[in-house]
């Protein structure tokens, strides 16, 4: 394991993942400050993930075939750029195309990164929680971000939101300057290993329906939880953003406890049991009679979701050994922007019917990725090149 390796690319999910959690976080304010429905919000969260589940297997395919370690640092200076313009954009259509960008950044990042991670991290699960939760880690900080520099100073100042990335390239480059060099084969190539291991497509397919389904309840738990709390449950600002936080919070214990999990046990204990035990959580939240209610159940459920995050990731490069950033584009687009290509219609549910109703419709949906989840076979473990994932060509 290469720990120096593994903390730099935790730290820049982190970065990542904190503007992808900022787009949901800024949502309110918008609404707040620009008048916009449940459908324009939803919109807006469309914008920001339909794109990307796209074009992130397009970037896996590209990772794969030509390696190229600026799509790191470029994927998320591009995310907090779009992230900048959304808030300073006066206009509903410039929001959006921002949004879009942010997307596009977003999905530019997570698969030649979750490539170098699992490298650097061999065959451990525990590894793959360590990068994957630096990303929650990042987007657990977004509400507290949006709240104390749009809450306080409107969005006029969102530009000091893209601080927390021109810093975290600036240590991109100083550390590639200084490793990059000594360690990168000639000519900058990607060593195969194992090469008569073979694509299992109809497993894959399999894992990639599963993750439909969670990413459906997650986007609207995401996109909808600080509404659902201010205006169903009459919670102050406050109290959503605090909801917001515990949610994405708690994912993170519940990414470490699988990483834990998935070692000691295999890693299909945490996959099961992740969205066996999310069912009543998000059940509980559906019927909270008040905001500390929804507290707990929103934390349960964020360590529930979140369990089977880190094992997924690998079970999916395992299922596509020839094509490990490929399974990571899908896998990790899949994620979030599946959910976000079908938030404009629960967005038009709640319009009708109120955010309690949709949140019970996605509850079903959830019920439906348990039972998927429970027919997904393990497959042995196909670690890449340390040496060429993790420094691959420029």
């Not at 990542?16 to 949901?24: C, F, K, R, S």
């Not at 998320?76 to 206009?91: E, K, P």
């Not at 997570?110 to 065959?123: S, Y």
């Not at 200084?178 to 497993?203: K, L, V």
Request: glycine share 12%.
């Amino acid at each position: 394991m290469n720990k120096r390796r593994l903390g730099l690319l935790t730290g820049t999910h982190a970065v990542n993942d904190l503007y992808q959690g900022l787009v949901p976080a800024l949502l309110p304010f918008m609404a707040l400050e620009r008048g916009y429905s449940y459908t324009a919000v939803s919109g807006l969260m469309l914008a920001a993930t339909g794109l990307s589940s796209v074009v992130q297997p397009l970037f896996g395919l590209y990772a794969d075939r030509h390696p190229r370690s600026w799509l790191v640092p470029t994927g998320f200076l591009v995310a907090a750029f779009g992230v900048v313009l959304a808030g300073l954009g006066g206009s509903y259509l410039l929001t959006w195309l921002a949004m879009v960008l942010c997307g596009l950044g977003i999905a530019a990042y997570h698969p030649p990164a979750t490539v170098a991670a699992r490298a650097a991290g061999g065959a451990s699960q525990k590894a793959m929680s360590v990068f994957s939760v630096g990303g929650t880690i990042g987007a657990s900080f977004a509400p507290l971000l949006a709240a104390a520099v749009v809450g306080a100073q409107g969005l006029s100042h969102s530009y000091l939101l893209g601080i927390p990335a021109l810093l975290m390239g600036l240590v991109w480059w100083a550390a590639n300057a200084r490793s990059a060099p000594a360690t990168q084969p000639a000519g900058g190539t990607r060593t195969r290993q194992q090469p008569m291991a073979q694509n299992d497509w109809r497993a894959f397919s399999l894992l990639v329906a599963t993750i439909v389904g969670w990413s459906i309840p997650y986007v609207m738990v995401l996109s909808m939880l600080s509404l659902y709390v201010s205006r169903e449950l009459g919670g102050s600002p406050f109290m959503a953003a605090a909801v917001l936080t515990s949610f994405t919070a708690a994912g993170a214990v519940g990414t470490l406890s699988g990483g834990w999990l998935g070692d000691r046990f295999g890693r299909m204990r945490p996959i099961r049991s992740g969205y066996l035990l999310a069912i009543p959580m998000l059940a509980g939240l559906v019927a909270a009679p008040s905001p500390v209610v929804a507290l707990v159940c929103t934390a349960g459920l964020g360590v529930a979701m979140f369990l089977p995050f880190a094992a997924q990731v690998t079970l999916a490069q395992d299922y596509l050994p020839r094509n490990p950033a490929t399974a990571s584009g899908i896998t990790l687009g899949l994620a979030l922007s599946v959910g976000g290509l079908v938030s404009p219609l629960f967005g038009l549910l709640s319009d009708a019917h109120g955010l309690r109703f949709t949140l019970t419709a996605v509850l079903c949906v959830l019920g439906v990725a348990a039972l998927l989840a429970f027919q997904l076979r393990n497959r042995a473990p196909h670690v890449p090149s340390a040496t060429a994932a993790a420094y691959p060509a420029r």
